[in-house]
Nanobody, 125 residues
Framework: QVQLVESGGGLVQAGGSLRLSCAAS????????MGWFRQAPGKERESVAA????????FYTDSVKGRFTISRDNAKNTVYLQMNSLRPEDTAVYYC??????????????????WGKGTLVTVSS
């Protein structure tokens, strides 16, 4: 069993930055590929970024490429999402996800092993 707890959300002006963290319980964090998803009001949840177990490969959705960076520290059981140049359209609840399959943690959906409860990011214009 893995529990995921997100933190770091908040209110920021457009152009600003935030760093989200997702702390995982348990001793098997390094066995999981990790991902960040977001869900804006009235919209479906979408994949934002993902990272493999060792951090050797990453995925980003097109709208965040060059602005967001996903990273992980297996010694701290934590995955991060550094978000720069934030835009109002980045406003959403951001969720952390863990799965043993990188393809699943990129695609999201019902196949993901574990989800966090989310942290709200609000970007004002």
């Amino acid at each position: 069993q893995v529990q995921l707890v997100e933190s770091g959300g908040g209110l920021v002006q457009a152009g600003g930055s935030l760093r989200l963290s997702c702390a995982a319980s348990g001793r098997t964090f390094s066995s999981y590929n990790m991902g960040w998803f977001r869900q804006a009001p009235g919209k479906e949840r979408e994949s934002v970024a993902a990272i493999t177990r060792t951090g050797g490969s990453t995925f980003y959705t097109d709208s965040v490429k060059g602005r967001f960076t996903i990273s992980r520290d297996n010694a701290k059981n934590t995955v991060y999402l550094q978000m720069n140049s934030l835009r109002p359209e980045d406003t959403a609840v951001y969720y952390c996800a863990a799965d043993r399959s990188f393809n699943i943690v990129v695609a999201g959906g019902g196949g993901v092993d574990y989800w966090g409860k989310g942290t709200l990011v609000t970007v004002s214009s």
